[in-house]
Nanobody, 114 residues
């Protein structure tokens, strides 16, 4: 089992940037896929970005070119760099790790004001 704790959320103006961090309770080297989901009230949960152990990444079309996912296996941390933020990026962002089971963090709120 692994516990994931997100940080870095907050309030930012449109066009601004935030970097989310996800710290794991144990080594993430053996966790093949880690990533970020987001949920907006009234909408389905959306996969924002994922990254494999080998560094292969995948992004939602809505964030391509603006968001970058990365992982630091030495620090057991995954990051989501979010640039050129838009009001529609407002959501609760959740970190996930897939290692047999899927593990979720508690979420961090990102609010983008227009």
């Amino acid at each position: 089992q692994v516990h994931l704790v997100e940080s870095g959320g907050g309030l930012v103006q449109a066009g601004g940037s935030l970097r989310l961090s996800c710290a794991a309770s144990r080594t993430i080297f053996s966790i093949n896929t880690m990533g970020w989901y987001r949920r907006t009230p009234g909408k389905q949960r959306e996969l924002v970005a994922s990254i494999t152990r080998d560094g292969n990444t995948n992004y939602a079309d809505s964030v391509k070119g603006r968001f970058t996912v990365s992982r630091d296996n030495a620090k057991d941390t995954v990051y989501l760099q979010m640039n050129s933020l838009k009001p529609e990026d407002t959501a609760v962002y959740y970190c996930i790790g897939v290692a047999g089971s899927t593990y979720w963090g508690q979420g961090t709120q990102v609010t983008v004001s227009s």
